[in-house]
């Protein structure tokens, strides 16, 4: 179904190329595909979109992430949908320290461009690079908004379990990555969301970590969106009418 939808937006972008119109998409990072660097030609200025896809630091790719631009372009954003080298072939601090530098770049190109403000979005494991970046804040006031979809943010349950057989992660390893257990700070605003039909753990992941960034007086809220599982809940993002795409329409400056 994610193929489904990357080929149909693939196919939509270029179709804009065409037509010569500002698709506001592009994708960062050091593997980038040739479609994409033409794409990026044509973006106009508007609020950036930061998106960080899951997969269990293992899977997936910037490319069948892309559902989320559509119907965030056609409302006046950009969007950086990051793409990250996965294991085994990198270590998770190496995924973590790629992301920053991604940030950095995207920093840099807001500034640059005079961009009003910068979002971020990640599920699953792009929800836990995502909080992993929110120290950042504190000496950019450009970030207006979190959205962390069915994210993981104690790792320590997974060392384990299968899922480390790729990630290699050592006790200390998984302690000193995972938000939960980390004395962050974020200046800005963070959306903890979770699905109904999420599993357990993910469910009790969000909650803790809402609860910890409630006690740490930043400005959050909860919200679990009905009907829907761990899957569901993004491949939906390519809707306009979506529940989430809606939300951050609302925060939209």
């Known amino acids: ?6 080929c149909n937006i693939r196919k939509w972008l270029i179709k804009c190329v065409k ?16 479609w ?5 030609l044509y973006i106009s200025e508007s609020e950036i979109l930061v998106y960080i896809h899951g997969g269990y630091w293992q899977q997936l790719s ?3 992430s892309s559902y989320i631009v559509e119907p965030l372009y056609k409302s006046g954003f950009k969007v950086i949908v990051i793409g ?29 461009h005079k961009s009003s403000g910068i979002s971020v979005a990640g599920h699953s494991a792009g929800a836990h690079l995502a ?3 929110f120290n950042l804040t504190k000496t950019e006031d450009i970030f207006r908004d979190f959205y962390l979809i069915s994210g993981i943010y104690n790792l320590q349950p997974l060392v384990g379990t299968f899922v480390n057989n790729a990630l290699m992660m050592s006790l200390s390893t998984a302690t000193s990555l995972s938000p939960q257990l980390s004395n962050i700070s974020v200046c800005a605003k963070v959306h903890v969301i979770v699905g109904e039909f999420d599993s357990p753990a ?3 992941q969000s909650k803790k970590f809402h609860e910890k960034l409630q006690e740490l007086h930043v400005k959050t809220e909860f919200m679990m ?12 993002l390519n809707c306009s009418d979506y529940e989430l795409i809606k939300l951050i329409l609302r925060q939209k400056i």
Request: glycine share 2%; with cysteine.
């Open 1 to 6: 179904m994610l193929c489904n939808k990357y």
């Open 19 to 34: 037509k010569n119109q500002k698709c506001g998409f592009i994708v960062c990072f050091r593997f980038v595909s040739t």
């Open 36 to 40: 994409l660097l033409l794409i990026e």
């Open 62 to 64: 910037r490319d069948v």
């Open 84 to 112: 990250y080298d996965l294991c085994p072939v990198v270590t998770m601090p190496e995924i973590v320290a790629e992301i920053q530098r991604a940030f950095q770049y995207c920093i840099n190109y807001a500034k640059l």
């Open 131 to 133: 909080a992993s970046m």
């Open 202 to 204: 993910f469910k009790e």
């Open 225 to 236: 969106i009905e009907k829907m599982d761990h899957f569901d809940i993004v491949e939906n």
